[in-house]
């Protein structure tokens, strides 16, 4: 998983309470309004339908800026009253929200004063550089001057991320309101960490009435007048700085925008509502990519990981790379430039590991939370390595990967020192301190590794994806270190990634199961389970082909294949539960890897049922919106999927989901030395008849194609070629 989201640790039984692990994050009831988000940089938003911010139960709203909350209330009355919904829209490039409503039926002494649908009240939000901005339009549509009461109510708990989870603080620091003049008020925050937050709203005109926690205006409006009001809110901006125009701030998001993806591959379908997916998809990723330091990089998920994790930026970047390399060069410059240099048990850290999750919140400056700067994650350093190579090979950009190559050795060193504490050639983890993760595989809650008969498994644990992925890394970075002229090293990372293949299938293959045990426990005994890691070994490479056969048909059967994608873990299995984070659940990152290692091994036809799966999923999703996960039960005729209450939407990998199944489907290899891209062993779904790609690149080199489909065949057409490229199909079955 992404963000160490752990699940409880026993189950209720007999009216017993429920122990929970230290960062699970609690499902406390349905949202009874709809939730919308935001995000610009560190900053995001998380509002309901209607515009407001903690008005309605079930949800976890607010505007967080650097893993803190600095909104917690919003709400916008009329004549004391909540206002009816029109609608609620988001922008196809999720940079603006607009909200329409209107008057409810005012009445004063048992009459009817102001009736109903006469105001539309407009509400416009968007986010830029730490504020908030919010545009109330209040329009008369009746044949009478309307004189009304307007109010906006705020208030603030300047909650650190970890608190709105869930978490309880025995201390806090202290909090104060301050009016600063007509049109403006201060709420502020002293930490215990000695760091003080402050939330400044500015209101535009200034109002009637300004109180430390409410802004009354009194207005008439005339028939078919629009009056409008401004509101920004700044999240630890300088009390004497004033927040920009609402328009001018508007325009310039869009305009940051369009520079940010000019140069970007574009997919076009003959399918309209897939066009749809790919397009919330893009502007997902592009939200959740934030500048940093060190290059662009796609922030996890919101609201839970609205920061940088190692393993999901690495993911989405492999899953980018096809289309857009420029993912993965910000990813693995920020994650070079965190990689860990001495040991540290709270943090999971050890020299050469790269980073699992970075907080700035009041929690992670104190260490009443670990994940300030948290390396335990056991699959991110061999990720890393293996995108490097993978990075170099889809650019030829040596320059950047020289820069890197300190950071490969070291988590070389890593992979085969600290990573492998009892030197059986595997890489392990057990987390060095009781307040991190217990689990350090992408299926990270407490209760996701485990034998046949339920048990969790103890010690020392080698999970078997993360074997794949070191081997893949090897060989990778083996093609990568020839290129560099370290023929010595070359030689050796590939000696010791056959030795890996050979010594895993010894260890891990299930012949009773037809599959690869989930892990080794430090006993070195297999958990014998049918677990969709499996497949994200077939994505490394690193499986024989008679057994990428078996574990193929394996995951494709009725058991793991709910109709709308692979579960993590197969029915029957003893602990599969399909209402489960990780033992039964779908996630569409883990079926995306799946679909590539599908590919990768010929299984064209498998590929199209995942792809196929999917989309239909999508299809019914809020905003054709790929969610961080689903529930796994099996697709009814006629119904959507069953989601799961609190998972992340939007979520980096998800997101990027769309992308690797076209990459899967259409078999896109890429060989920049040569000038070639090919198509290995293509096959479009059925709901698919023509798939445009448009500057797909290739060094300095573009091109359009055309794909169609033909029944089970499909057609190339060359639209437009930049530079020196060929484009070819080939058959290898």
């Given at each position: ?202 209101f ?6 300004l ?6 205006y ?13 509101l ?5 901006k ?7 125009p609402?328009?001018?701030?508007l ?27 790919l ?32 393993r999901?930026?690495?993911?989405t ?38 980073v ?35 990075y ?133 005994q ?99 919106r ?14 959507g ?30 060989e920049?030395r ?23 690149q ?27 490229v ?8």
């Open positions: 998983m992404s963000a160490g989201q752990t699940l409880l640790a026993t189950t209720a039984t007999h009216g017993d309470a429920v122990a929970e692990t230290p960062f699970y994050i609690p499902a406390t009831g349905t949202a009874t309004r709809p939730r919308r988000t935001l995000k610009y940089g560190d900053t995001f938003a998380v509002v309901d339908s209607y515009g407001d911010i903690g008005a309605s139960a079930g949800g976890t709203d607010g505007v967080f800026h650097n893993d803190t909350r600095f909104l917690s209330h919003l709400e916008l009355l009329v004549n004391g009253q909540q206002l009816l919904l029109l609608g609620s829209n988001l922008r196809d490039d999720n940079t603006l929200l607009s909200v329409d409503l209107t008057n409810a039926d005012f009445y004063v002494d048992g009459k009817i004063m102001l009736q109903k649908d006469l105001l539309h009240i407009g509400r416009t939000m968007f986010l830029w550089r730490g504020t908030a901005y919010q545009r109330v339009a209040v329009r008369n549509h009746s044949d009478r001057p309307i004189e009304l009461s307007l109010s906006i109510l705020f208030r603030n708990d300047f909650a650190d991320l970890f608190e709105v989870r869930g978490l309880q603080r025995p201390r806090r620091g202290v909090a104060r309101q301050e009016v600063l003049g007509p049109d403006r008020v201060l709420l502020a925050y002293k930490g215990l960490d000695s760091k003080t937050r402050t939330t400044t709203l500015t535009d005109p200034p109002p009637t009435e109180a430390p926690t409410i802004a009354t009194r207005l008439v409006v005339a028939p078919g007048e629009m009056q409008p009001i401004f920004a809110m700044a999240c630890d300088p009390e004497e700085q004033r927040a920009a609402f328009l001018s701030g325009l310039t998001v869009r305009r940051e925008l369009r520079s940010v993806t000019r140069d970007s591959t574009t997919i076009e379908t003959s399918n309209e509502i897939f066009n749809e997916i397009c919330r998809s893009a502007a997902d990723l592009q939200m959740l990519t934030t500048d940093t330091p060190e290059g662009r990089y796609p922030y996890a998920g919101i609201p839970w990981y609205s920061t940088t994790f190692g999901d930026g690495l993911i970047a492999l899953q980018m790379l096809w289309c857009d390399p420029k993912v993965a060069r910000g990813v693995l410059r920020r994650l070079a430039a965190h990689q860990a240099k001495q040991t540290d048990p709270l943090a999971d850290a050890q020299p050469g590991k790269i699992h999750e970075m907080r700035s919140g009041e929690m992670a400056a104190l260490r009443e939370v670990p994940f300030g700067l948290y390396y335990g994650s056991v699959d991110a350093t061999p990720l890393f390595v293996l995108l490097v190579g993978l170099a090979e889809r650019t030829e950009d040596f320059d950047t990967v020289a820069a890197l190559w300190p950071a490969v050795e070291a988590a070389l060193g890593w992979i085969d020192g600290l990573g492998d504490p009892d030197q059986d050639g595997f890489v392990e983890y057990r987390r060095a301190s009781e307040l991190g993760l217990a689990n350090q595989g992408w299926k990270d809650s407490f209760d996701a590794i485990f034998h046949a008969d339920g048990r969790l498994a103890e010690g020392y644990i080698a999970l078997a994806e993360v074997q794949g992925y070191v081997y893949a890394a090897k060989v990778a970075i083996a093609r990568c270190a020839r290129r560099m002229r370290q023929v010595d090293m070359a030689r050796r990372l590939e000696a010791e990634a056959k030795s890996l293949a050979k010594r895993f299938d010894a260890a891990f293959w299930c012949p009773e199961l037809g599959t690869y045990a989930l892990a080794l426990d430090g006993d070195k297999p958990c014998r389970v049918r677990t969709s890691n499996a497949g994200h070994l077939l994505f490394t490479g690193i499986a024989r082909a008679d057994r990428a056969a078996a574990v193929s048909a394996g995951l494709l059967s009725p058991q793991f294949f709910s109709g709308w994608g692979v579960r993590t873990v197969a029915k029957g299995e003893v602990r599969y539960n399909p209402m489960s984070y990780h033992n039964g659940s779908v996630w569409p990152h883990d079926n995306a890897l799946i679909a590539l290692g599908l590919a990768r091994y010929g299984f064209s036809g498998a590929v199209e049922q995942v792809f196929k799966g999917l989309f239909n999923a999508a299809s019914y999703m809020d905003l054709r790929l969610p961080e996960l689903f529930c796994g039960f099996q697709r009814q005729r006629g119904q999927p069953t989601l799961y209450p609190v998972a992340c939407s939007p979520q980096a990998w998800a997101s990027a989901t769309p992308f690797s199944l076209v990459q899967a489907s259409l078999g896109l290899e890429f920049p040569r000038g070639e891209i090919c198509l290995r062993n293509p096959r479009m779904p059925a709901f698919l008849d023509e798939v445009t790609l448009r500057n797909l290739l060094g300095s080199s573009s091109v359009d194609i055309k794909v169609r489909r033909h029944g089970e065949e499909v057609s190339l057409e060359m639209l437009r070629s930049q530079g020196h060929q484009v070819s199909i080939v058959s290898s079955r």
